[in-house]
């Protein structure tokens, strides 16, 4: 993939994670401890982030780099929502993870029953 198209893909990636967990682009810059003008650099794919930079967002996001750089396929769009619930599920108790899965898991029966 050509640098140009993989940088708008990280920055869209940025901005749908963002915006699914409803953080301003300020407040992703303190969490991430970077500039809020580069925070807008990278959501709009002008800005060339180093391998810390972007270790530095996933952290902020509260995602491992593996998850983070889980970009979406050609043809598929980003789940930003999706990866905002996992991350907060993987930050509850055993317990509640537990019955957070089984809830879930009916629900996902349910919808397909219907």
């Given at each position: ?76 769009s980003a789940d930003g929502e ?33």
């Open positions: 993939m050509e640098a140009e198209k993989l940088l708008k893909l990280l920055g869209e990636h940025v901005r749908n994670l963002r915006k699914a967990r409803k953080l301003s682009q300020e407040r992703l810059a303190e969490l991430s401890d970077l500039h809020p003008t580069y925070i807008s650099d990278i959501e709009r794919g002008k800005a060339n982030l180093s391998f810390c930079a972007v270790d530095t967002l996933a952290q902020a996001f509260g995602l491992s780099l593996a998850e983070f750089v889980d970009l979406p396929q050609k043809g598929k999706l990866l905002a619930i996992y991350s907060e599920v993987k930050q509850l108790d055993s317990r509640r993870r537990k019955a957070f899965t089984a809830v879930a898991r009916a629900l996902i029966a349910e919808i397909r029953g219907l």
